[in-house]
């Protein structure tokens, strides 16, 4: 008989919490299970196994990212949107590294995978902040993915202490917004 309270939303949000403290390659169902105090095979009630797992934890990622910078963004466009959009970004990827790596490991297993309306959703989301920018059709997609790469590039390393010089790395963020916003403005 599963435990009360326990289902496969309970054991995806326990499977990010791990994956957050120890990355993806720490997942383990014997972690999760430690972490809700049941026995692993418990757990397999719930969810398929560790891949399934993994994948629930990154369509819960995505769903939290598309959240978090759609709530930023409301209401706002132009450069207010693309500083709100990376923050808010930049924001999750610092409290939630596990999860974001998890979301950008996943492949969708076909198109009526969950995975792919949340990353749908977030794609969404960045291709609003650059509505606020004059870019002719044929450079949008060129300028979100310039976006996503250039986002999730440096809040990967900065979440990796990868950035070893003195300067201050939040200096460097609003300068990379600032920049990018005079890019977009010229029209790439």
């Given amino acids: ?9 309970a ?5 990010a919490a791990v994956t957050d403290e120890l990355g ?21 009630k719930h969810v398929a196994g560790q891949a399934d797992l993994l994948h629930r934890i990154a369509v819960l990622a995505a769903d939290e990212v598309s ?5 930023a963004i409301r209401g706002r466009s132009g450069s207010d949107a ?19 790596a998890a979301a950008n490991e ?11 309306a949340s990353s749908g959703r977030t794609l969404e989301c960045l291709a609003a902040v650059l509505r606020g920018y004059d870019l002719p059709p044929a450079q949008q997609v060129h300028a979100l993915r310039m ?35 005079r890019g977009l403005r010229t029209g790439g």
């Fill in 1 to 9: 008989m599963p435990r009360a309270g326990l289902d496969a939303a």
């Fill in 11 to 15: 054991v995806t949000r326990a499977g």
């Fill in 24 to 44: 993806t390659a720490g997942l383990s169902m014997n972690a999760v299970a430690e972490r809700l105090g049941v026995r692993t095979p418990s757990l397999y």
């Fill in 67 to 71: 959240d978090a910078v759609g709530d």
């Fill in 82 to 100: 693309l500083s709100a959009a990376a923050q808010a970004l930049r924001r999750y990827v610092k409290d939630h590294p596990g999860r974001y």
């Fill in 106 to 116: 996943a492949r969708a297993t076909g198109p009526d995978d969950p995975f792919v």
């Fill in 147 to 181: 976006l996503r790469s250039l986002l999730h590039g440096f809040v990967t390393l900065e979440v990796s202490t990868a950035f070893q010089l003195d300067t201050d790395v939040d200096d460097s963020f609003d300068w990379l917004i600032a920049f990018v916003d």
